[in-house]
T-cell receptor, first 110, second 115 residues
Framework: GENVEQHPSTLSVQEGDSAVIKCTYSDSASNYFPWYKQELGKRPQLIIDIRSNVGEKKDQRIAVTLNKTAKHFSLHITETQPEDSAVYFCAAPYGQNFVFGPGTRLSVLP | DVKVTQSSRYLVKRTGEKVFLECVQDMDHENMFWYRQDPGLGLRLIYFSYDVKMKEKGDIPEGYSVSREKKERFSLILESASTNQTSMYLC??????????????FGPGTRLTVT
């Protein structure tokens, strides 16, 4: 089945710096990769996703890149702000469902 | 706006009790999911359902069962609660219309403590 690894497990950055979170997956047939953000005490919410027919997708300060050959995809957050502090989860398809990574706790220090 | 609601935010139960967690979505989604969230383990799928009266086991179904009698409602049942089922439980729903793999919308979660 699908196996998703996510690194780092925790990440601290200064406000204004960039943050990068990387996920690897095992099933070469996987073709859709979402990223969810979960703020403290709140529900996970989709922030960006990418399908395998593109290598990069951007939405304002966040971007996701996909390397199908190496089977990894990454979340990039530029000009980080305190409200970016949260746990971020990547996911990869497995059958009709998803396998989620273990999460990365991002702290943006003022 | 999609709304996924869960019957309780916090629940405390005793070992051996039967526990019902309910989830309701208002967007006519076909798919519904129950996850368990534990620190460092991410979101692990317990059960899912693609249609009324249909259910499929996820990665960690042991000790749990589910019921989907109506399209909008998906219930998680702990037949005999144990302390190792203390966790955060998240319900989610998604549509099957259009492209495969659509966004999952999560409920607010139920923090269950079994003593």
């Amino acid at each position: 089945g699908e196996n998703v690894e996510q690194h780092p497990s925790t990440l601290s950055v200064q406000e204004g710096d960039s943050a990068v979170i990387k996920c690897t997956y095992s099933d070469s047939a996987s073709n859709y990769f979402p990223w969810y953000k979960q703020e403290l005490g709140k529900r996970p919410q989709l922030i960006i996703d990418i399908r395998s027919n593109v290598g990069e997708k951007k939405d304002q300060r966040i971007a996701v890149t996909l390397n199908k050959t190496a089977k990894h995809f990454s979340l990039h957050i530029t000009e980080t702000q305190p409200e970016d502090s949260a746990v971020y989860f990547c996911a990869a398809p497995y059958g009709q469902n998803f396998v989620f990574g273990p999460g990365t706790r991002l702290s943006v220090l003022p | 706006d999609v709304k996924v609601t869960q019957s309780s935010r916090y629940l405390v139960k005793r070992t051996g009790e039967k526990v019902f967690l309910e989830c309701v979505q208002d967007m006519d989604h076909e798919n519904m999911f129950w996850y368990r969230q534990d620190p460092g383990l991410g979101l692990r799928l317990i059960y899912f359902s693609y249609d009324v009266k249909m259910k499929e086991k996820g990665d960690i179904p042991e000790g749990y069962s589910v019921s989907r009698e109506k399209k909008e409602r998906f219930s998680l049942i702990l037949e005999s609660a144990s302390t190792n089922q203390t966790s955060m439980y998240l319900c989610a729903s998604s549509s099957r219309r259009g492209r495969p793999f659509r966004e999952q919308y999560f409920g607010p979660g139920t923090r269950l403590t079994v003593t």
